[in-house]
């Protein structure tokens, strides 16, 4: 398994503000993945982040919405632009280790008021 | 705290019954599943995972069991505990051409499990 830390834990901010959400493991990993989590809902995946490359966004998922950073195998950042209140939501990364498992770090609670 | 679970199913049990959560699955060239629990205010959490080449699989307390034919999935919780309430999801992953995992999982809409003492 990995240890995934992620930075912040929780943040309430304003609409028209941007958000970086830090994700760290404790290990190197070829592929990170950031995931959404809207209020009631299951998961949905935003991005594959790739180290090295540009992020590969999912339908509904725009770089200038959601940039994204890859800069070395242990950490990654996503950054939410330009908030809305329906940006709010849990932001998840995981890792993919050993062959296929996926594990995920604590999330980051985002409220946009 | 986050209202997770207001458009979730819902499993309530007692305390030392077995747990059966399914699951459906949409995509018939999904090779890899994994179970996660999810407990308020965490990230989800690794459980148990299954290939497609099997039909069943055992972990501590907990058994998931695969049926390719009708595309679905189930998770079972044995003696399940009130520590074991939370939200489960099933994920599903395919695999590309040449192997190459897309390491891109499809998450189901979850169950919330409440075990009463």
């Not at chain 1, 990654?76 to 849990?90: A, F, G, H, W």
């Not at chain 2, 996660?36 to 965490?42: A, L, N, R, V």
Request: net charge neutral.
């Amino acid at each position: 398994s990995a240890v995934i830390s992620q930075k912040p834990s929780r943040d309430i901010c304003q609409r028209g503000t941007s958000l970086t959400i830090q994700c760290q493991v404790d290990s190197q990993v070829t592929m990170m993945f950031w995931y959404r989590q809207q209020p009631g809902q299951s998961l949905t995946l935003i991005a594959t982040a790739n180290q090295g490359s540009e992020a590969t966004y999912e339908s509904g998922f725009v770089i200038d919405k959601f940039p994204i950073s890859r800069p070395n195998l242990t950490f990654s950042t996503l950054t939410v632009s330009n908030m809305s209140p329906e940006d709010s939501s849990i932001y998840l990364c995981s890792v993919e280790a050993g062959r296929d498992e996926q594990f995920f770090g604590p999330g980051t609670r985002l409220t946009v008021l | 705290g986050e209202s997770v679970g207001l458009h979730l199913p819902t499993l309530s049990v007692q305390e030392g019954d077995n747990s059966i959560i399914n699951c459906a699955y949409s995509n018939s060239a999904s090779d890899y599943f994994i179970w996660y629990k999810q407990e308020s205010g965490k990230g989800p959490q690794f459980i148990i995972d299954i290939r497609s080449n099997m039909d069943k699989r055992q972990g501590q307390r907990v058994t998931v069991l695969l049926n390719k034919t009708v595309k679905h999935l189930s998770l079972q919780i044995a003696a399940t505990q009130p520590g074991d309430s939370a939200v489960y999801f099933c994920a599903e992953n395919s695999r590309g051409a040449g192997g190459t995992s897309y390491g891109k999982l499809t998450f189901g809409q979850g169950t919330i499990l409440t075990v009463h003492p």
